[in-house]
């Protein structure tokens, strides 16, 4: 069993999703998706073995920036 993205992908498993806890100690980020800021972000949390995505990242360019 996978315990990080990195293992899942060096695994094959392309379908891995972390747990919860992990997301409840992801810093969510208020950059835009497809902006070399976001992309920083989803690498630095690759190279951490953590999940690339938080419930309350930014999605769209209205929503206002909260952190």
């Not at 996978?2 to 992908?9: F, P």
Request: hydrophobic share 35%; net charge negative; no cysteine.
């Amino acid at each position: 069993m996978s315990r990080s993205i990195l293992e899942a992908i060096k695994q094959g498993d392309w379908t891995f999703e972390p747990n919860s806890k992990e997301v409840v100690n992801l810093r969510a980020t208020a950059a835009l998706p497809g902006t070399a800021e976001k992309l920083d972000v989803l690498a630095e949390r690759a190279k951490q073995g953590l999940p690339l995505w938080h419930p309350r990242d930014r999605l769209t360019y209205e929503e206002r920036e909260s952190d």
